[in-house]
């Protein structure tokens, strides 16, 4: 029985990678730093999730010279980027990916339960649900996310952390995920994946994914498929999630 569907938060509930470098970019500003990330730069990045460990990476292959010195400032520099993060999602607003709402309400109108499985820190998920699901105390069952994991994605260990505080079997959930990195640590916790390919992502190989769309699609602007299962009518909805889990465990057993 399918009995939750686990997200992961930058790209795949909302396309919140941009906001993540501009707010890298303020920081770096103001604390005098004489640093810029472009959009090339970022995806580049990218590869390494978690912005604390991204930004660790770019002092040692960028700045070795003085790498132990700038390490030392990244706490600092995290917490501020975290900061403007969220003054920049307060104003800009950040809406949820097309048929997000949709699928998380029949969700939850079925019992089916919710979770999110995310490198990013928990200010940022909490501010985005916040913002979207407004006098919504708590529209999602379980959050895992940021450092609560000793090691992030690609290891399997957030997704492996959110379907343990489910208390489910991983073969009863579907994850769903945006990036090369995300597919890899689901499925190492035994998750099948299906895909939304976000921004950033346009040029990861998805394989390993069941399925892999543009997004989840709504009734009036389906979706486009992009490899693997095809869903009617170009909408991810719960029936038809049921259904190719229904038949996924057919084909297990
Ligand atoms: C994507 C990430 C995150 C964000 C930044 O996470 O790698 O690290 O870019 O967030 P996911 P922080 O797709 O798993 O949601 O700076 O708070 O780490
Ligand atoms: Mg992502």
């Known amino acids: ?24 970019n303020r920081a770096f500003q103001a604390l005098g730093l004489p640093w810029q990330w472009s959009p090339e730069l970022y995806a580049e990045l990218l590869k390494v999730m978690g912005g604390k460990e991204r930004l660790v990476h770019y002092i040692e292959r960028f700045h070795a010279e003085e790498a132990e010195a700038l ?23 950040l809406s949820l990916r097309p048929g997000v709402r949709r ?9 089916v339960r919710l979770a999110v499985a995310t490198t990013t820190s928990r200010p940022n998920i909490d501010l985005l649900l916040r913002l979207n699901f407004p006098g919504d105390a708590q ?19 957030i997704f492996a952390l959110a379907v343990h505080r489910l208390g489910i079997d991983p073969s009863e959930a579907i994850a769903f995920e945006d990036s090369a990195a995300g597919i890899r640590s689901a499925l190492a916790a035994g998750l099948p994946v299906l895909a939304t390919r976000s921004r950033y992502t346009q040029s990861h190989r998805l394989d390993g994914a069941f399925s892999a769309v543009s997004d989840l699609g709504e009734p009036d602007a389906p979706h486009q498929h992009l490899q693997g299962h095809v869903w009617p009518g170009g ?19």
Not at 11 to 22: C, K
Not at 245 to 253: E, I
Request: proline share 4%.
């Open 235 to 253: 909408v991810v909805t719960l029936e038809a999630l049921r259904d190719w889990h229904a038949g996924h465990l057919r084909g297990a057993a």
């Open 103 to 111: 699928l998380v309400e029949e969700a939850r109108a079925q019992g």
């Open 71 to 93: 390490k030392v400032r990244m706490p600092e520099i995290h917490d501020l980027k975290t900061r403007f993060y969220g003054e920049l999602a307060q104003s800009g607003g």
């Open 1 to 24: 029985m399918l009995r939750a569907l686990i997200f992961d938060v930058d790209g795949t509930l909302a396309e919140t990678e941009d906001l993540h470098r501009q707010g890298f």
């Open 139 to 157: 529209p999602f069952d379980v959050i895992a996310a940021g450092d609560e994991a000793a090691q992030k994605k690609p290891a399997p260990d």
